[in-house]
């Protein structure tokens, strides 16, 4: 019964056969290896059917795998696409926070890590490996901060509540990651956003923006995570 539901449930996702068909065999079962990953991980980012401790995992080898199939060009178009129709499935409402999903997230909490290791990447170790990848998704908020105070494209109702999101998060950022980290990121994000004149700070660039500020909230949720596995 649960190979068929995990089965019927991928078939939803949208995966380009076609472009998967082009792949070698073993590039294709990562991709589709990756897209059983990426529907656990959205679904129990919108369910929590997981633990602290096995989500922060889960995370990692999600974006793990996606960077590095990002990094290979007969992969990096697919990856997306794997990525983005995970998150709309996950997020449609076609899928219920049942016991069936939540057996198919805990099963991509198994295959994560042979994902990554198949990827040639690097083991998920639990003293640095979350903290860095958080400290990713920091740079990027940092960077967004700056780029606004900057350039001011956002509406000030939206301005305050993204800048008043990123202080509260940057407090707790010096707690769990130190203040060594938030100050590296927030140094970096002044010093680039510094160099954009002032005739760029254009609506071209909102896009951007906005995708920085992505990583806020992912940056918001793992300090939760990692709070919630501390306890």
């Not at 472009?19 to 129990?44: I, N």
């Not at 999600?62 to 697919?78: N, W, Y």
């Not at 990123?166 to 510094?194: C, F, H, I």
Request: hydrophobic residues 45%; contains cysteine.
């Amino acid at each position: 019964m649960h190979a068929v539901v995990s089965l019927a449930l991928l078939a939803g996702l949208s995966m380009p056969a076609g472009a998967v068909a082009e792949e070698k065999s073993a590039t294709r079962q990562h991709l589709e290896s990756f897209q059983r990953v990426a529907f656990g991980w959205f679904m129990d980012a919108r369910c929590g059917f997981l633990p602290a401790a096995e989500a922060i995992e889960l995370e990692w080898h999600f974006e793990s795998a996606f960077a590095a199939l990002k990094d290979d060009e007969r992969t990096v178009e697919v990856a997306q696409i794997i990525r983005e129709s995970a998150e709309e499935a996950a997020n449609s409402g076609r899928y219920a926070c049942d016991a069936e999903i939540g057996d198919l997230t805990r099963g991509s909490v198994t295959e994560g890590p042979k994902l990554v290791a198949a990827l040639a990447h690097e083991p998920f170790d639990p003293a640095t490996s979350y903290a860095e990848l958080l400290s990713g998704y920091l740079a990027n908020a940092a960077s967004a901060s700056a780029i606004e105070a900057r350039c001011a494209l956002l509406a000030p109702p939206r301005r305050r509540q993204l800048i008043d999101s990123y202080n509260e998060a940057a407090a707790e950022v010096t707690e769990r990651l130190g203040a060594e980290a938030l100050e590296r990121a927030e140094t970096a994000a002044k010093a680039t956003a510094s160099t954009i004149a002032r005739a760029h700070c254009s609506e071209a660039m909102r896009p951007f923006l906005n995708s920085l500020f992505v990583d806020l909230e992912r940056l918001r949720r793992g300090l939760s995570r990692m709070r919630a596995a501390q306890h």
